[in-house]
Every structure is written in C-alpha cells, then in structure tokens.
C-alpha cells in the first residue's frame, strides 16, 4: 500500500486525496493548518440568521467541462444558479459584465447591437495591438469612459497598485457583450452546491484510506522519506522558508452585518469608486435562493496586501514575483517526489473548476 501525503485540505489537497484512496490501495494523510476543511471554500450557517455563508468570501461553481461538472455532482447536488452582479457608480446602478443595458445606460443611449460594437469600436483605442498590461487591455476593447467608472477605481482597491501594473491576462476573462446578457460567466454549467461547500469536502475525504489532520502545519524539516509522494498546495515561497523572498499576494478581510429582511436585493454589488473604500457587498442568502430566511448576513469586503499571518488569496504576479517565482520552480524541479498544486502552489489565479480539472490530472498520474 502507497502512502501519500497531501497539504492543504481545499479542493486541489482534496480531489488528490479522494481519488489516490478509491481504489483502497493507497493511504493518505491530509495536513491542514485550519481547524476546518475545504480551504477557502468553507462554508457554514451563519448561527444568527441560518443563511449558508461562504466564510471567505462567495464561490459560485461553473465550467465548461462536463467531467468536472460530472465528478463535483457525485459529493452534492447543484442548484442551478446564475451570478448576475451589479456595480455602483455614482449613485446608479449598473450591470456586470458590461453588456448592451450597460453601455445604453452609461451613455444615456438606445442602441441596437450593431449600432454598440460601432459605437465601443469608435470610443476604444485601436492604437494598442498588443495589450502589455491591464490597462491597455481595458482601453484596447472598451475605451477609457468605461474603463475608469467600471475597472480603473476597482482594480486599484483591489490589488493595491496601478492597473498597469497588472497582467493584462486578469481583465481577458471578462467579457463584453452586445445583447441584454446579465449573466456573470458563460459557463454551460452553472450552480450552487444545496448543501454549501463544506460538504462536497466532508463526503470526498470519508474514507478510511484518508486521515485529516487539522489544525496542523507542515514545514520542510518534515520526515519525507516515510512517504512515496507529497502533495503541496500551500503557497510555494513559504515551502523553500522564502529563500528567494516573498511573492506577493492580495488577502481579503470583512466586515458582517445583520439585518432584517433584504439588504441589497442581489448576491453581489461591486463598488468601483474609490471614494468607497469597500471593493463590494455580498449577501449570501440570494446564493441560495430556494431557501427563506427571515434576517440576512451581509458582508463588506476590504482588501489588502498579504501579511506574514494573514491569509493569502489572490497572486498578483508582477513582473518582480514572476522573476522571483522562476527561481522557486527551479527549485521544485530538485524535489521530483513532490508535486505543487493549486492557486498557491502553483502561484497561478485559478477558479475552482480549473483547480479541480488540474487535481484530477494531477491524480491520475499516480493511480
């Protein structure tokens, strides 16, 4: 019998362990340094209110990929669901992703379809052929009016730095539409777990060839030699004791709020002006809209750059970090009986499906 051991108990640590232990030939021990499991998809009932609260921030499940859709639907049933955000700019509300109720709105116009993608052509700046950053991307495809009321103010609370600073590969998977499509992703599957998140994770690691141990954190003076593979899905800086430095991370912090019957009428508002210092509201009794509650959780979010105990959530990938990430998978190339996975093990912004996708993959190579 193999023995393997995995860090972190989110879906990357989790899809690896419950497929390595299927089959019963193998046993896995997974290590998390949180006193729960499911990472930063951990869910659980707000005690005051009874509504299903996504402690770390709202998570909503969609993809194109009918495994993945397939393999997360054997630990829960998903709800249909559909994400339409709005934002706030000005006192006025508006749709996200930017659509064609949007642009009329914005610019106080009727057009037709056709008559908005001339329109955005016109106000868009055609001189960039290359976006090198998030700016650019933003000016080349929607022009500057709406780059700054919707993303500029947004993107700066967000990440702490100039949007030009950023990847232009952060704004390419937010679409622009020319129709009257709210509908946040254009994911053919879309939903939300009935049950909350937490245990889609609970039912994946019940297994008696999987011992979870919480509360527990795991560092390089470890014994590794007991193992015949580890599994890392913490950040990779802090594997090598940040021997290169540190790259650098946006974390996320809250603010709760209670409130009788409906706060903001939607999941999630974003506030883009940077008068606001909250980057949007979610309220989490509209991910679930077949349940009733008579009071309702809502929850500010702030963000901020990552600190040595806080908890990291976004990678920012500047062109510092990339240069210091290079060394770091170096250095994992010298550990072949180790494998880093995940958004943090692998320094890499992924939604949940990909992570789940790259967990499967990584599994199968193991099987």
């Known amino acids: 019998m193999k023995k393997y051991l995995i860090i972190g108990a989110g879906f990357s640590g989790s899809v690896i362990a419950e497929q390595l232990a299927r089959n019963g030939n193998s046993h896995v021990t997974v290590l998390d340094e949180r006193e ?7 869910s659980e009932r707000d005690p005051e209110t009874g509504v299903m609260v996504h402690k770390y921030g709202p998570h909503t499940f969609h993809t194109n990929d009918k495994e993945v859709w397939q393999y997360i639907q054997q630990f829960c049933e998903m709800v249909p669901f559909v994400n339409r955000i709005k934002t706030v700019h000005h006192g006025q509300v508006y749709s996200l992703p930017i659509n064609l ?6 610019f106080k116009k009727s057009f037709s379809p056709s008559e908005a993608v001339e329109f955005v052509n016109a ?6 052929v290359e976006a090198q950053n998030f700016e650019e991307q933003a000016l080349k495809f929607i022009g500057r009016d709406l780059y700054e009321a919707f993303f500029y103010g947004y993107t700066k609370k967000q990440w702490g730095c100039e949007p030009r600073e950023l990847s232009a590969s952060i704004l390419k998977r937010l679409p622009v539409r020319f129709n009257y499509n709210d509908n946040y992703y254009t994911s053919c599957f879309q939903g939300m777990p009935r049950d909350g998140y937490t245990a889609i994770f609970e039912k994946m690691l019940d297994s008696p060839y999987i011992d979870v141990q919480l509360s527990t954190k795991f560092d390089s003076t470890w014994e590794k030699s007991t193992y015949d593979h580890i599994f890392y899905t913490g950040p990779i800086d802090s594997f090598f004791n940040y021997k290169f430095g540190r790259l650098s991370y946006r974390t996320v ?8 019957g409906d706060y903001q009428g939607n999941a999630i508002i974003n506030y883009p002006d940077q008068d606001v210092d909250c980057t949007r509201i979610h309220e989490h009794k509209h991910f679930t809209p077949w349940e009733q509650h008579e009071k309702t959780v809502y929850f500010k979010e ?3 750059e990552t600190e040595e105990n806080d908890i990291p959530f ?14 770091y998978l170096e250095e994992a190339k010298l550990n072949p009986l180790i494998t880093f996975a995940g958004r943090l093990g692998t320094y890499r912004y992924m939604d949940m499906h990909q992570v789940i996708k790259e967990a499967l993959d990584i599994a199968k190579m193991h099987l």
Not at 101 to 106: E, G, L
Not at 123 to 128: F, H, L, P, T, Y
Not at 253 to 260: G, S, V
């Open 36 to 42: 729960t499991i499911g990472g930063n998809c951990y």
């Open 101 to 106: 109720h949007t642009i009329n709105q914005f």
């Open 123 to 128: 106000v868009a700046d055609r001189s960039i």
């Open 253 to 260: 912090y809250f603010e709760k709020n209670i409130a009788i």
């Open 302 to 304: 702030f963000s901020k």
């Open 314 to 327: 976004y990678p920012k990938r500047l062109k510092k970090d990339m240069i210091t990430l290079e060394k």
